[in-house]
């Protein structure tokens, strides 16, 4: 059982490029989400799918986009980089209330 | 609408000492309060939750919490530390099942001394 994936691990970009975060989860579970987390601060939650097929805003969804592409994986997509998009991204997975994070991403933009 | 405070963003315990860290909430309903772990450089794991059941719970690695209705608290502690427990802490309340409501503390950062 490897929990909940994420890739990359690491990415810098430069402002205005695009990219895609992938997460997968091998625990079956019908929930995903995805937080970022900035210092000094709490994750927040950005957005999340409470089954395959739906996805709803969290607190902060501006500037990102989800899919939920089956069960196991969801991704989340930046179209346009800004330099306040500079986190760390984490994806977690559960029947109610996140218990499995994945290890995260960190990006920077530039 | 509920959040979360907590209170010292540092705190340093010498090993085998007491580990206390503080979390008060407010919400609007009965809460659902949750304590997780953050290793360097690792995600969060789910410590323990309380979720309207008995008010002391225990969860992992010897942590429990007490959920005080009264204080509006819900504080973590341990009673001997030890240096593995060297991680950040993270409070957070939800006022459903669910996570999509999900709020998180700052967080508190837990050195121990040898």
């Known amino acids: 059982n490897a929990g909940v994936t994420q890739t990359p691990k690491f990415q810098v970009l430069k402002t205005g490029q695009s990219m895609t975060l992938q997460c997968a989860q091998d625990?079956?579970?019908?929930?995903m989400y995805w937080y970022r987390q900035d210092p000094g601060m709490g994750l927040r939650l950005i957005y999340y799918?409470?089954?395959?097929?739906?996805?709803d805003k969290g607190e902060v969804p501006n500037g990102y986009n989800v899919s939920r592409l089956n069960k196991r994986e969801f991704s989340l997509r930046l179209e346009s980089a800004a330099p306040s998009q500079t986190s760390v991204y984490f994806c977690?997975?559960?029947?109610?209330?996140?218990?499995?994070f994945g290890p995260g991403t960190r990006l920077t933009v530039t | 609408a509920q959040s979360v405070t907590q209170l010292g963003s540092h705190v340093s315990v010498s090993e085998g000492a007491l580990v206390l860290l503080r979390c008060n909430y407010s919400?609007?309903?009965?809460?659902?309060l949750f304590w997780y772990v953050q290793y360097p450089n690792q995600g969060l794991q789910l410590l323990l939750k309380?979720?309207?059941?008995?008010?002391l719970v225990k969860g992992i690695n010897g942590f429990e919490a007490e959920f005080k209705k009264s204080e509006t608290s819900f504080h973590l502690t341990k009673p001997s530390a030890h240096m593995s427990d060297a991680a950040e802490y993270f409070c957070?309340?939800?006022?459903?099942?669910?996570?999509?409501?999900?709020?998180f503390g700052t967080g508190t950062r837990l050195t121990v001394i040898p």
């Open positions: 977690a997975s559960s029947e109610g209330a996140p218990s499995n």
């Open positions: 919400s609007s309903v009965p809460p659902y």
């Open positions: 799918s409470a089954s395959e097929g739906t996805t």
């Open positions: 309380y979720t309207s059941a008995a008010t």
């Open positions: 957070a309340v939800s006022e459903g099942t669910g996570a999509n409501n999900l709020f």
């Open positions: 625990m079956n579970h019908n929930s």
